[in-house]
Every structure is written in C-alpha cells, then in structure tokens.
C-alpha cells in the first residue's frame, strides 16, 4: 500500500536501520526505541495487524515469529527479551501493518 509507512520502509522508499531481513519479513530498529535493543519486525506483504495476517497467510506469521527470534539471537539477548504485537487502538497500535516488537537488553518489569 503506497500510504502505508511499513510498507514504504519495505520498498526503502522511507529508510530503515535493517538489522535482519528474509525473502518475506524484514526487521529494523525502532525510531523511538523503549528499551536498549527496540527492532520491529514487519512482513513484506501488507497486512493490517497479527490477525489480519494469522487469517491470511497463518505460515508468514510463523516465519515473522521465527525472523523474531532471529533478531533476539543477533542482538545477543541473551538475558531474555520480549515479543510485543499491539492489535487495536486499546492496545496503541499507531502503525496498521503488522509486527512485532522486539523488547531488550536490560530487565523489561511486569507488563503494564
Ligand atoms: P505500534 O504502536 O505497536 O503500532 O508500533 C509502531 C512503532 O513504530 C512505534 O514503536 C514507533 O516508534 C515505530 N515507528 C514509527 N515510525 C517509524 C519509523 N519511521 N521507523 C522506525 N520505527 C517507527
């Protein structure tokens, strides 16, 4: 979609600090970052959130959560880390194309 901001980072028509990427997803570092590692990991297909996506093509979530994983093994998080996926204004999701936060690099506290 040509407004869609995760879309335009994916056709780096809006750049990006990529840190993993595959045929399917791609990950890069979010601008606002609310941890010391803070990577997004979005699908290259336009979806509007995680059950948009579950719905349509259930194996491209699980490559999304796999490319996750990928990034928390790169980024050395080996403390542990935090998988987010906001769905809907009650949970703040401000961007409407799917993807998960990765979370870490120190202590997180309780969700909330
Ligand atoms: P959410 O609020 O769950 O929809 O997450 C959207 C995330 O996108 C927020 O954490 C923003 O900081 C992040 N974000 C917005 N614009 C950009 C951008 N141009 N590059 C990287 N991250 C962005």
Redesign the pocket.
């Known amino acids: 979609m040509s407004d869609c901001?995760f879309c335009r980072?994916a056709a780096t028509e809006?750049p990006?600090t990529v840190v993993h990427e595959t045929s399917r997803t791609l990950a890069?570092?979010?601008?606002?970052p609310?941890a010391p590692t803070?990577v997004?990991v979005i699908p290259r297909d336009h979806h509007l959130d995680v059950g948009s996506l579950a719905a349509a093509d259930p194996a491209l979530l699980a490559e999304l959560m796999t490319a996750a994983v990928a990034v928390a093994d790169k980024e050395a998080l080996t403390g542990g880390y935090r998988l987010l996926?906001?769905t809907g204004d009650d949970a703040?999701?401000?961007?409407s194309h799917a993807?998960v936060?990765v979370l870490g690099g120190q202590p997180l506290g309780p969700l909330g």
């Open positions: 901001l980072i809006i990006a890069f570092r979010d601008i606002a609310q803070h997004l996926t906001n703040g999701q401000t961007v993807h936060h």
